[in-house]
């Protein structure tokens, strides 16, 4: 019996290095699972459109489906938009089983990843030195996804022994540039921040532009396509998949 498709679903960004990165990601989780009909959707301004991926893999002839949510945190976008795109491809599929696992999430280890980012910009920017970190995520109107950010902030600032606030691009303060700024108010001037985003866009753009202004000496690129989130993404497929075999 074949194993189910897996569907990696991204939201989705009007800018092109987006869909780049998240397609990149799904390469590398295609290389660890060769055996694997892995693809890439989105949920909207980018394509392929989840129902299109969907409707290939039905023709082709998958009858199971795991769809992996490429979501930080639990949202807007984890709790509405995902089940409703499910919602809207099982009714059009009947006889199709698709099924949504939990999202990607917040991992600790996704901070070996944010290290490697930040000391990616650390040499690129000859900083050696640093007395405060921030963690600049999208943001939400939803205080528990900011919880789980200013969360994964603390342990990131207890393995630094570094002074550490988390900062979002939009929906809730403070933003990246106010984070900086309070850090300089109290005479610290050795300030990086760290880009809790999966692929460059907007927000991320936005949230370094903010920082920068207010005299942070390092911002990281976004987490990208790393092997540890491929290996995350594969590990939600697994629970997924055990899910739809039949009790």
């Keep these: 019996m074949a194993a189910p498709a897996l569907v990696a679903l991204a939201h989705g960004s009007r800018d092109p290095r987006s869909a780049a990165t998240i397609k990149a990601l799904v390469a590398e989780v295609k290389t660890m699972r060769p055996d694997l009909k892995v693809e890439a959707a989105f949920l909207e301004l980018s394509k392929p459109s989840f129902q299109t991926v969907v409707d290939r893999l039905v023709k082709a002839g998958h009858d199971e489906i795991v769809v992996v949510p490429l979501l930080l945190t639990e949202a807007y976008h984890a709790k509405v938009d995902v089940p409703s795109a499910i919602t809207e491809a ?7 089983q698709i099924r949504a696992t939990s999202i990607l999430g917040l991992e600790a280890h996704f901070l070996e990843v944010l290290d490697i980012r930040m000391r990616e910009a650390l040499k690129s920017s000859r900083v ?7 963690l600049a995520a999208a943001g939400s109107s939803d205080p528990l996804a900011n919880q789980a950010v200013a969360r994964l902030a603390r342990v990131w600032g207890a393995r630094h022994k570094l002074p550490v606030t988390a900062a979002f691009a939009s929906a809730s303060p ?6 900086v700024r309070a850090f300089r108010a ?3 001037r050795h300030i990086a921040v760290a880009s809790l985003f999966l692929a460059p866009g907007f927000l991320p753009d936005r949230a370094a532009e903010l920082a920068l202004e207010a005299g942070a000496i390092a911002v990281s690129e976004p987490l990208g396509a790393h092997p540890e989130l491929a290996r995350t993404i594969l590990a939600r497929y697994a629970v997924g998949a055990v899910e739809l075999v039949p009790v």
């Design 128 to 134: 050696r030195e640093l007395d405060a970190l921030v």
């Design 90 to 96: 099982t009714t059009r599929h009947p006889g199709v």
């Design 186 to 188: 109290e005479g610290r």
């Design 174 to 179: 403070p933003a990246t540039g106010e984070a």
